[in-house]
T-cell receptor, first 114, second 113 residues
Framework: AQSVTQPDIHITVSEGASLELRCNYS??????LFWYVQSPGQGLQLLLK??????LVQGIKGFEAEFKRSQSSFNLRKPSVHWSDAAEYFC????????????FGTGTRLQVTL | DAGITQSPRHKVTETGTPVTLRCHQT?????MYWYRQDPGHGLRLIHY???????DKGEVSDGYSVSRSKTEDFLLTLESATSSQTSVYFC????????????FGDGTRLSIL
């Protein structure tokens, strides 16, 4: 069965500092990987996705993530965090079947201090 | 925005009553999904649909049923609501062409007293 682990429940960074959110997955085949962001009271917005090819993927809002098969990881990074990035971030792995069901991690809440 | 409307956005009801949540899409996407979000659990799949009248169970389907009579509508029903079903419910849709991500609605906050 597929699973996702986000080891950090809560992270605080200063505005302008770099950010890395960790995500480890378990999946038997080549995974489809996603990062979503959720602001309070809102739905989930797709930040970026990995299906195949280049292991460094660029997303919206200046985010990027790197797929590392040897480490079963898909960490999210941003070189300089803005106060508006404060939100909850979810990593997800999708099954390769046609339904592509998602399994989510438990999320990392990001707080940004000014 | 992905053209997804969830209704109602908020609902408070009592234990034992039936509840139906609606997801409406304007994208004509084949796949639709219902998730619930609870603290410490992330989002968990309840049911999904891969076409009109074609549905299947997810990981937390007990106590829930779904129906899809039209491409654009996917209904989630709690036949007899329990307090453990208090949650935020999200609908998602996905296009069937190529590798496509799921796009989410704004959620329904359901409280069962």
């Amino acid at each position: 069965a597929q699973s996702v682990t986000q080891p950090d429940i809560h992270i605080t960074v200063s505005e302008g500092a770099s950010l890395e959110l960790r995500c480890n997955y378990s999946y038997g085949a080549t995974p489809y990987l996603f990062w979503y962001v959720q602001s309070p009271g809102q739905g989930l917005q797709l930040l970026l996705k990995y299906f195949s090819g280049d292991t460094l993927v660029q997303g919206i809002k200046g985010f990027e993530a790197e797929f590392k098969r040897s480490q079963s990881s898909f960490n999210l990074r941003k070189p300089s965090v803005h106060w508006s990035d404060a939100a909850e971030y979810f990593c997800a792995v999708g099954s390769s079947g046609t339904a592509s069901k998602l399994t989510f991690g438990t999320g990392t809440r990001l707080q940004v201090t000014l | 925005d992905a053209g997804i409307t969830q209704s109602p956005r908020h609902k408070v009801t009592e234990t034992g009553t039936p509840v139906t949540l609606r997801c409406h899409q304007t994208e004509n996407h084949r796949y639709m999904y219902w998730y619930r979000q609870d603290p410490g659990h992330g989002l968990r799949l309840i049911h999904y649909s891969y076409g009109v009248k074609d549905t299947d169970k997810g990981e937390v389907s007990d106590g829930y049923s779904v129906s899809r009579s039209k491409t654009e509508d996917f209904l989630l029903t709690l036949e007899s609501a329990t307090s453990s079903q208090t949650s935020v419910y999200f609908c998602a849709i996905r296009d069937s062409s190529g590798n496509q991500p799921q796009h989410f609605g704004d959620g329904t906050r359901l409280s069962i007293l």
